[in-house]
């Protein structure tokens, strides 16, 4: 059983306190990140506490402290002690010197990829929803206010698509009724947060769909956006979630692959499975990591090299299947 970590006890005498999350940070990044940040700013009002990630999409604006997130790391700052969460620190992009340098560091995530964690302190547990479930873990249950059973709920729907995915356990379920307990609009969250698409955004899923391409017999999707097309449509990569979701939903497929260029032949990959395949295995093998049924990676070459390159893994887990 992962041992527990006292958050208040470990920040205790700390005058300067860090948080950060991994690079493009999702729902559930954003959401454990500032639920934490809350929770530290309520209890430890006298501490200097930054909270440090690329920016995030504007649908997570709703949440409470978003606009105290600091997304330039170029100044040299020592923290007294430094939050990686939903992350290894590897992850952290322009924040992981604040990490390296950081007199305390704690590791709070649930991804396989980092089964042992980064920091000197370490709360892993891979079989959890979301980083965002293990934040609720550590807090004091009485010292939880509205805003911050908010910033939690969302990020647990966004890392279980509303509760659907496979990594949705009756521990999950319970902490969301806790949560809504606080009485926020969470009907409202999810739709706003989840589904909601604004009409440049569906218009490139629509595209991604359109020009996917099925292979495997069926059993693997792919669709891929260039540069080209993102600066056509003026989107960014937050613009882009969803699309893998959407993909794994074709019928008789069990492996979905989208990508999008990041720079010269180099492609984002996002990959998404049902249980016949483990794509954090696939994405490792790249360098990059998740979940068994969501994960991700960087890779070079052409759009066809990606392809080929991962339709070798993917094809060795269907078959042994």
Request: aromatic share 10%; glycine share 8%.
């Amino acid at each position: 059983m992962v041992k527990m970590i006292n958050i208040l006890e470990e920040c205790s005498n700390a005058k300067t306190i860090g948080i950060s999350g991994h690079v493009r940070p999702d729902g559930d990044c954003v959401g454990s990140c500032l639920s934490l940040y809350l929770y530290l700013k309520k209890e430890l009002p006298d501490a200097e506490i930054d909270v440090l990630l690329e920016q995030p999409a504007d649908i997570f604006s709703c949440i409470e402290g978003v606009e105290n997130i600091q997304s330039d790391f170029e100044a040299d700052k020592q923290y007294d002690v430094f939050f990686a969460v939903d992350c290894e620190k590897g992850r952290l992009g322009g924040a992981e010197k604040y990490f390296d340098a950081a007199g305390k560091t704690i590791n709070i995530d649930h991804h396989i990829s980092n089964a042992n964690g980064s920091g000197q302190l370490n709360y892993v547990v891979p079989t959890a929803s979301s980083a965002s479930e293990l934040v609720y873990d550590l807090l004091e249950k009485d010292k939880i206010n509205e805003e911050i059973a908010k910033a939690i709920y969302i990020g647990i729907i966004h890392d279980t698509g509303v509760f659907q995915y496979s990594n949705t356990s009756p521990k999950t379920l319970q902490i969301a009724a806790e949560l809504i307990k606080f009485g926020f609009d969470f009907p409202k969250l999810i739709e706003e947060t989840f589904y909601q698409k604004s009409y440049v955004q569906n218009q490139i899923m629509g595209r991604a769909l359109l020009e996917s391409i099925s292979f495997m017999d069926g059993h693997c999707i792919v669709s891929g956006v260039d540069k080209k097309t993102m600066d056509f449509y003026n989107v960014s990569s937050k613009d882009l979630d969803g699309i893998v979701n959407q993909l794994c939903n074709t019928k008789g497929v069990d492996c979905a692959i989208f990508m999008y260029e990041v720079g010269v032949l180099e492609y984002k990959v996002s990959l998404r499975s049902n249980e016949k395949v483990n794509v954090a295995k696939v994405a490792e093998y790249f360098g990059g990591g998740g979940h068994v049924r969501a994960a991700g990676c960087t890779m070079k070459g052409t759009f066809h090299d990606v392809i080929n390159n991962l339709s070798l893994h993917i094809e060795e887990q269907l078959t042994v299947c």
